[in-house]
């Protein structure tokens, strides 16, 4: 299992169009074959700062979405909405 960490700046005055385009990417996850579940924030203070938190079954599922072309077409109305390039990071659970 691994988490998908992805943070966004939202442009200012755009929240309520971002909400909207990023429900609707995470509707369209919701089908993709490995997607477990996930969370959006935003930071307090901060309604421009937002994180995504992902959960997959493995690192090819998430591959295989960030790759797809579905992903590629609903993820267009979300990063015009962007101050700056989202950042993405991939973790998993530490083994002891």
């Keep these: 299992m691994i988490k998908i960490i992805i943070e966004r700046r939202i442009m200012p005055g755009l929240e309520e169009e971002y909400e ?9 996850s919701l089908s993709a074959p490995g997607f477990v579940g996930g969370e959006s924030l935003v930071e307090l203070g901060h309604s421009d700062r937002r994180l995504m938190i992902t959960k997959w079954r493995d690192l090819r599922a998430w591959k295989e979405w960030y790759q797809s072309e579905t992903r590629a077409r609903v993820i267009q109305d979300v990063l015009p909405l962007l101050t700056e390039e989202e950042r993405i990071r991939i973790y998993e659970a530490t083994t002891h």
Excluded: F, L, V
Excluded at 20 to 28: G, K, Y
């Design 20 to 28: 909207a385009a990023a429900r609707e990417a995470m509707r369209h």
